[in-house]
């Protein structure tokens, strides 16, 4: 059983810096692409981005390009997601997810998902 736990939300002002990690257990992530999702209050799902982890490919919508980067540290079986230059748009609950089978751009929800952390940008 995949288990996935987010940690490092928090409150920070306009232009501040968080990083976010999710910690993997029950799983290598090697080969798996890794996706993080994001949603605002009253809002649909967002994909934010995601890492193909079999060849290192990344994904970034268009609303957090050039702000945000996603990596994985194979030995600490975590992937992280550095956000910079945070916008208070940028506010919702950020949750990880992944499967055997997903792949950066899958129109299908993964299977397995972590239980989200709030990223709150405000003055």
């Known amino acids: 059983q995949v288990q996935l736990v987010e940690s490092g939300g928090g409150l920070v002002q306009p232009g501040g810096s968080l990083r976010l990690s999710c910690a993997a257990s029950?799983?290598?992530?090697?080969?798996?692409?890794i996706h993080w999702f994001r949603q605002a209050p009253g809002k649909e799902r967002e994909g934010v981005s995601c890492?193909?982890?079999?060849?290192?490919?990344?994904y970034y919508a268009d609303s957090v390009k050039g702000r945000f980067t996603i990596s994985t540290d194979i030995a600490k079986n975590t992937v992280y997601l550095q956000m910079n230059s945070l916008k208070p748009e940028d506010t919702a609950v950020y949750y990880c997810?992944?499967?055997?089978?997903?792949?950066?751009?899958?129109?299908?929800?993964?299977?397995?998902w972590g239980q989200g952390t709030q990223v709150t940008v405000s003055s």
């Open positions: 997810a992944t499967d055997p089978y997903t792949y950066c751009g899958s129109t299908y929800s993964p299977d397995s």
């Open positions: 890492i193909s982890n079999d060849d290192g490919k990344t």
């Open positions: 029950g799983v290598t992530l090697n080969y798996y692409a």
